[in-house]
Nanobody, 115 residues
Framework: VQLVESGGGLVQAGGSLRLSCAASGSTFGTNAMAWYRQAPGKQRELVAA????????NYADSVKGRFTISRDNAKNTMYLTMDSLKPEDTAVYYC?????????WGQGTQVTVSS
């Protein structure tokens, strides 16, 4: 399984970005996918998760109402639409795919929000 994130960049506070995570390889039976982020000097934290076919989603309290996680099963791609971005959202964003007992990570994409 390979995961490739894209869509990061530099944006002003209040702006929007959409991250993509394209999965390839044998992903049949995926249990869940998620977005994590890691800011400098901080631990990696869960941002949002989507379970199986997309029927259930979870969000960190800090992003509820601003971020939306979605998944296009036909394209094997997961998205994170980020609105009303804040400087504290600045981090490297990683996607995670859970298949059985295995977790697969992407390489990360940098999101920088300027004040």
């Amino acid at each position: 399984v390979q995961l490739v994130e894209s869509g990061g960049g530099l944006v002003q506070a209040g702006g929007s970005l959409r991250l993509s995570c394209a999965a390839s390889g044998s992903t049949f039976g995926t249990n869940a996918m998620a977005w994590y982020r890691q800011a400098p000097g901080k631990q990696r934290e869960l941002v949002a998760a989507i379970i199986k076919g997309g029927g259930s989603t979870n969000y960190a309290d800090s992003v509820k109402g601003r971020f939306t996680i979605s998944r296009d099963n036909a394209k094997n791609t997961m998205y994170l639409t980020m609105d009303s971005l804040k400087p504290e959202d600045t981090a490297v964003y990683y996607c995670l795919l859970v298949l059985g007992s295995e977790g697969y990570w992407g390489q990360g994409t940098q999101v920088t929000v300027s004040s």
